[in-house]
């Protein structure tokens, strides 16, 4: 008579495990898919870096450019650059079996994420608030150009700040 071999899962215990377990990498996940995998995330990286730097920069450096959309715009960059250096970089390291995301305990990762998240979506929606009253009250808004200009940086503050 054959034996039935209902489980192949290990017994459970109610004794905790002081040490983390290690993170598995497939040993069919070879080198060169590695290799490309960071390429490709450092390529991307370092567009995004300089694309929404140069974004920033032309945005403060220059008087002309400043409005409540270029001021959106610059937001919108910074929260592109603090999700390239945040999640990219972690995702990728995790991926490799470096495991950063794990050693944090995940919730800094975690909670960056919706910070980012959120403030994207409030930025955009501002944004579009903003667009809204030009369109509603153009006449207003002719004549309120720098008082507009203060409440948005006060606002972009404010989520920064309320996050």
Known sequence: MASV???TLPPISNETDPTPPLLVVDPYFGQPVQKAIGI????????GLVGNSAV???VVRYRDMHTTTN?????LALTDILLLVFQALSITLDIFGYG???SLNCWPTFYLRHVI????G????????????LVAYPLEA???????KRVFLFGIVILWAGK
Do not use: Q
Not at 71 to 75: I, K, P
């Open 122 to 133: 409030l930025t955009l929606a501002m944004m579009s608030y903003d667009r809204w009253r």
């Open 100 to 102: 950063v995301s794990v």
């Open 142 to 148: 002719v004549k309120h150009t720098e008082r507009r």
């Open 5 to 7: 071999v209902l489980s």
């Open 117 to 120: 998240g959120e403030v994207t």
């Open 40 to 47: 490709f995330t450092f390529v991307i990286i370092a567009v």
């Open 71 to 75: 001021f959106s715009f610059a937001n």
């Open 56 to 58: 920033i920069y032309i």
